[in-house]
């Protein structure tokens, strides 16, 4: 199977498709022959998003929200191959300074969107498939002032373990990758001391996303793939 066409004809979601990983990713699985389908919030997301007229774009999904998530991932036609889950959000700050809401935002946009994404493409693979999260390098490798982050991007990590075992006889393979700070114009601008050529690209990180979902991932399942760069 040619590279270029490792995903001809295969369906696959994308949950947070028009930020800084989900361009490289959607690239990569575009130039792979991949049917993208990814679910947008606000219209303003597909502002400049370079692959508008190349994907399917539900707008208004709500991925913390049940029913808003399961009628996204109902609204994809034909049979799911591949769900990679992007979506999620960031802060630090120390633990005496962190609110309930603080954490719970957290929760929300780093577990429940990943726990109701990963139901409902596990409800919509009638076979073999492949699902991917995203935690981070802070969940298993202990970082100080950012705890809510890290415990919910250890409880993905868990989530990830877990369900890889509930679904191992289906011939679903579920993994995450696992990334250090990515080299992105944010996160340069918000360090700008750093040694930003020790950071992994977005790129880097989709590649090994790319592989983790495709059919070519013969026997990778359970893992927490780490993408560290130099870091």
């Given at each position: 199977?040619?590279h270029t066409?490792?995903?001809?004809g295969?369906h ?6 028009t930020g ?12 792979r022959?991949a ?20 994907v ?5 999904v ?7 998530c ?12 591949a ?24 929760v929300?946009?780093?577990?429940t969107?990943?726990?109701?994404s ?38 993905v990590?868990?989530?990830t373990?877990s ?27 918000s360090?700008?001391d ?5 950071w ?8 090994t ?5 495709s059919p070519s ?5 359970g893992?927490?793939v780490?993408?560290?760069g130099?870091?």
């Amino acid at each position: 199977m040619s590279h270029t066409s490792e995903f001809e004809g295969q369906h696959v979601v994308v949950t947070g498709g028009t930020g800084a990983l989900g361009r490289s990713v959607v690239g990569a699985l575009l130039t792979r022959g991949a049917q993208v389908h990814i679910p947008v919030m606000f219209p303003r997301e597909l502002e400049g998003f370079p692959y508008v007229k190349q994907v399917h774009a539900v707008e208004g999904v709500d991925l913390r929200d049940e029913a808003s998530c399961a009628a996204f991932f109902g609204s994809v036609e034909g049979p799911l191959y591949a769900s990679i889950h992007l979506a999620g959000g960031f802060s630090m700050a120390p633990i005496e300074d962190t609110s309930v809401a603080d954490y719970q935002k957290l929760v929300d946009l780093n577990l429940t969107t990943c726990f109701l994404s990963c139901r409902e493409a596990v409800r919509c693979m009638s076979g073999e498939g492949r699902i991917v999260n995203v935690a981070a390098k802070p969940a298993l490798v202990p970082t100080g002032g950012l705890v809510a982050y890290s415990l919910t991007k250890a409880a993905v990590a868990g989530l990830t373990l877990s369900l890889a075992e509930e679904v191992r006889e289906r011939g679903i393979w579920v993994n995450a990758v696992v990334p250090s700070t990515m080299n992105t114009p944010a996160n340069v601008a918000s360090m700008p001391d750093a040694d930003h050529g020790a950071w992994p690209t977005t790129d880097d990180v989709a590649a090994t996303i790319a592989f983790l979902a495709s059919p070519s991932n013969r026997s990778t399942r359970g893992a927490l793939v780490p993408v560290y760069g130099r870091t």
